[in-house]
C-alpha cells in the first residue's frame, strides 16, 4: 500500500483545513485506515480512524467533535476535515494503513503503511 498525504498548510485559529490521503495498491474497503500528527520532539500521536470497512470510527479526545474522517472509495480516498483549529493542533499529520485485522487502531506500531506527513499550522 502507497499513501499520499496532501491538503496542510498555515490557518488561523479557528480556522478550518481538509486533508486527503490518497490509497494505491489496496482499494480502501480492504484497509482499516487512520490519521496521527507530530510534534518535533515529541511521540506520534493518534487523532482518528476508520476500521476495515469503515464501521467503526474513533476519535482522540482533542479532537473529538472537531475533526471528522471519512473516506471516499471511489477515489480510494480518506480525509480529515478539521474545523475549529487550535494552536496546539499544529503538527506534521500522518495517514496509516493497517490491514492485519478488522478492528480500529489507535497505536502507531498497528499501522505498517505509512504517507509521508502534511505539516498544519495554527496561527494565534
Known amino acids: 500500500v502507497q499513501l499520499q498525504a496532501s491538503g496542510g498548510g498555515l490557518v488561523q485559529t479557528g480556522g478550518s483545513l481538509r486533508l486527503s490521503c490518497a490509497a494505491s495498491g489496496r482499494t480502501l474497503s480492504t484497509i482499516g485506515m487512520a490519521w496521527f500528527r507530530q510534534v518535533a520532539g515529541k511521540e506520534r500521536e493518534f487523532v482518528g480512524a476508520l476500521s476495515w470497512g469503515a464501521s467503526s470510527i474513533m476519535y482522540a479526545d482533542s479532537v473529538k467533535g472537531r475533526f471528522t474522517v471519512s473516506r471516499d472509495l471511489a477515489k480510494n480516498t480518506m480525509s480529515l476535515q478539521m474545523d475549529s483549529l487550535k494552536p496546539e493542533d499544529t503538527a506534521v499529520y500522518y495517514c496509516?494503513?493497517?490491514?492485519?485485522?478488522?478492528?480500529?487502531?489507535?497505536?502507531?506500531?498497528?499501522?505498517?503503511?505509512w504517507g509521508q506527513g502534511t505539516q498544519v499550522t495554527v496561527s494565534s
Open positions: 496509516a494503513a493497517k490491514d492485519t485485522d478488522y478492528a480500529v487502531g489507535t497505536k502507531v506500531y498497528e499501522y505498517s503503511y
